[in-house]
């Protein structure tokens, strides 16, 4: 069965400091990997995914995230962080084959100014 | 484009009661499903569809109840509501064809079961 597990309940960064919130996972063979970011009161808005390829991903608003295979990883960062980052985010795996989509708890993200 | 359309925004019931949390989407995603989210666990899928006329159960299935009689629409049924029901629900959708898809989620359904 497939996992996902973001350590952190919280994360509190200064703006302007670089930021990471974990996730690791648990699946069989090659993983689909998922960042969304959740608003208050608001649905799940896509960040970015791993499918294949290169490790470091690209997304929106200034975010990345690394796959390491190796640690069963894939941490989302940000080289600066905005008070307006401030949000709850969840990572998520999808085995290629597989139809469910498994969220990690949930990391929420404070920015202080 | 309007994309996951999810009704009503808010509902309270009463124990017992029964009511159907209503999902549409406009973008031809053949793959569909409704989510749970309760603090600290993230979001928990409680059935699924990958498409008309083709359901599953997720992880949460029990109380609930779907149908996918029309690609657009994936209405969520709670038969009798009871107060561990109270909850978040997110309704989503995705294409079948494409590696690594992305889901799309509409705003939520706040459900309140007193």
């Known amino acids: 069965a497939q996992s996902v597990a973001q350590p952190e309940d919280q994360v509190n960064v200064a703006e302007g400091n670089p930021l990471t919130v974990k996730c690791t996972y648990s699946?069989?063979?090659?993983?689909?990997l998922f960042w969304y970011v959740q608003y208050p009161n608001r649905g799940l808005q896509f960040l970015l995914k791993?499918?294949?390829?290169?490790?470091l991903v690209k997304g929106s608003y200034g975010f990345e995230a690394e796959f390491n295979k190796s640690q069963t990883s894939f941490h989302l960062k940000k080289p600066s962080a905005l008070v307006s980052d401030s949000a709850l985010y969840f990572c998520a795996v999808r085995e290629p084959a597989g139809n469910m989509l498994t969220f990690g708890g949930g990391t929420r993200l404070m920015v202080k100014p | 484009n309007a994309g996951v359309t999810q009704t009503p925004k808010f509902q309270v019931l009463k124990t017992g009661q029964s009511m159907t949390l209503q999902c549409a989407q406009d973008m031809n995603h053949e793959y569909m499903s409704w989510y749970r989210q309760d603090p600290g666990m993230g979001l928990r899928l409680i059935h699924y569809?990958?498409?008309?006329?083709?359901?599953d159960q997720g992880e949460v299935p029990n109380g609930y109840n779907v149908s996918r009689s029309t690609t657009e629409d994936f209405p969520l049924r709670l038969l009798s509501a009871a107060p561990s029901q109270t909850s978040v629900y997110f309704c989503a959708s995705r294409k079948k064809s494409g590696s690594g898809n992305t889901i799309y989620f509409g705003e939520g359904s706040w459900l309140t079961v007193v």
């Open positions: 791993y499918i294949t390829g290169d490790n």
């Open positions: 569809s990958v498409g008309a006329g083709i359901t």
């Open positions: 699946v069989s063979g090659n993983p689909y």
